[in-house]
């Protein structure tokens, strides 16, 4: 989600979200190989990162430039993509109504892809949220007549 997010700042090019991106596969990486040894998408992340990696110097810019707001065609993207991501595991486990929040089990990937969407749509809200207060902090109250 968090790369989702950042793929605004990576199309800008700026410096702090390169790094963000950066620091984001190398942790992804490393907590799929403690996780379960699930190397396959260790991999994946790893060459996504060595990607990113030679290319630091084509990201110059330290901040956004200020006529360039975050364009609310991103988060309709992301929506889109979570909520085909979210009815995908609908799908895949049309027995959710068996499975409780709180039940933590090894093979138990119904509760937890419940567990994940909650903290999915909460990171995503509180972007959105950021997002707005940021937007609304430069402007003045409005004064009522």
């Given at each position: 989600?968090l790369?989702?997010l950042s793929?605004?700042?990576?199309?800008l090019?700026l410096r702090?979200?390169?790094?963000?991106?950066?620091?984001?596969?190398?942790a992804g990486?490393?907590?799929l190989?403690?996780?379960?040894l699930a190397?396959?998408?260790a991999i994946?992340l790893t060459?996504?990162?060595?990607?990113?990696l030679?290319a630091?110097?084509?990201?110059?810019r330290?901040?956004?430039?200020?006529t360039?707001?975050?364009?609310?065609?991103?988060?309709?993207?992301?929506?889109v993509v979570?909520?085909?991501?979210?009815w995908?595991g609908?799908?895949?486990?049309?027995h959710l109504?068996?499975a409780?929040?709180?039940h933590?089990?090894l093979?138990?990937?119904?509760?937890?892809?419940?567990r994940a969407s909650a903290g999915v749509?909460?990171v995503l809200l509180g972007a959105?949220?950021?997002r707005?207060w940021g937007a609304?902090?430069?402007?003045?109250?409005?004064?009522?007549?």
């Amino acid at each position: 989600m968090l790369l989702l997010l950042s793929a605004f700042g990576l199309q800008l090019r700026l410096r702090r979200a390169w790094g963000f991106a950066a620091a984001l596969l190398c942790a992804g990486a490393i907590s799929l190989i403690l996780k379960g040894l699930a190397w396959e998408e260790a991999i994946a992340l790893t060459l996504f990162l060595l990607v990113l990696l030679p290319a630091r110097r084509e990201f110059r810019r330290s901040s956004a430039p200020a006529t360039q707001g975050y364009a609310t065609g991103w988060f309709v993207i992301i929506a889109v993509v979570l909520g085909t991501a979210f009815w995908l595991g609908l799908f895949s486990y049309k027995h959710l109504d068996d499975a409780q929040w709180g039940h933590f089990a090894l093979y138990d990937n119904a509760a937890r892809f419940l567990r994940a969407s909650a903290g999915v749509a909460l990171v995503l809200l509180g972007a959105v949220a950021c997002r707005l207060w940021g937007a609304m902090r430069g402007r003045r109250p409005a004064v009522l007549d």
